[in-house]
């Protein structure tokens, strides 16, 4: 069974740090590109980053770029999601989703990913 469980949200002050994990399980993650998307209600949701399968390649939206690095580690099956330089703005749920195909590109927009996790809670206030 195909399951993402993302952890590591908390409340941090503005200029605080926390590093987001996404673990999966039922399949190589290594295959896969990895997208991390927040929503906030009302909202829809929205990419941060995503990490390519095979070069490891990166991208991040212009709000983040800078302040948020995203990484994996094949032998644990996760990929992270180190945020800085936290901002009000960047709360959220943060969520992780798949690449609906094996060693592709990522790319930021959420059509190109399927499996998610549940989410994970990010507030940032002081």
């Known amino acids: 069974q195909v399951q993402l469980v993302e952890s590591g949200g908390d409340l941090v002050q503005p200029g605080g740090s926390l590093r987001l994990s996404c673990a999966a399980s039922g399949f190589k993650l290594a295959y896969y590109s990895i997208g991390w998307f927040r929503q906030t209600p009302g909202s829809e949701r929205e990419a941060v980053s995503c990490?390519?399968?095979?070069?490891?390649?990166?991208d991040y939206a212009d709000s983040v770029k800078g302040r948020f690095t995203i990484s994996r580690d094949n032998a644990k099956n996760t990929v992270y999601l180190q945020m800085d330089s936290l901002k009000p703005e960047d709360a959220g749920l943060y969520y992780c989703?798949?690449?609906?195909?094996?060693?592709?590109?990522?790319?930021?927009?959420?059509?190109?990913?399927?499996?998610w996790g549940q989410g994970t809670q990010v507030t940032v206030s002081s």
């Open positions: 990490i390519s399968s095979r070069d490891t390649s990166t």
């Open positions: 989703g798949t690449g609906r195909y094996m060693f592709t590109i990522c790319g930021l927009i959420e059509d190109e990913y399927d499996s």
